[in-house]
């Protein structure tokens, strides 16, 4: 399993732009998975923002399509989500996650194990 280091995020007025980022140690695979969730507060469930696979096929949820962006450098083994127009409800803790692709297809918010996890950044949005 390959090691996740993430970093970016902050605080940001509603509107604004943030971009996260997360570096690989290697690089995930030859067909993979890799993931952005978020926790918007400690008693609740992740929830999947995107997914993005080896070829760059992408699938947001549907609360943040249009306003981020999923998208990676091989080269670099690092995966990044590019946050526009901010809305408070998009504060939480980020996590990115490495994930084998099984059956062909990423799922959004769907990890099958076994999973490399980024240990978070958090992303606060105020009015």
């Known amino acids: 399993q390959v090691q996740l280091v993430q970093s970016g995020g902050g605080s940001v007025q509603s509107g604004g732009s943030l971009r996260l980022s997360c570096a690989a140690s290697a690089s995930p695979g030859s067909t993979y998975c890799m993931h952005w969730f978020r926790r918007t507060s400690p008693g609740k469930g992740r929830e999947g923002v995107a997914t993005i696979d080896e070829d760059g096929s992408a699938t947001y949820a549907d609360a943040v399509k249009g306003r981020f962006t999923v998208s990676q450098d091989n080269a670099k083994n690092t995966l990044y989500l590019q946050m526009n127009s901010l809305k408070p409800e998009d504060t939480a803790m980020y996590y990115c996650?490495?994930?084998?692709?099984?059956?062909?297809?990423?799922?959004?918010?769907?990890?099958?194990?076994?999973?490399?996890w980024g240990l978070g950044t958090q992303v606060t949005v105020s009015e």
């Open positions: 996650a490495a994930d084998p692709k099984w059956a062909g297809t990423c799922l959004l918010g769907v990890v099958q194990g076994p999973t490399s």
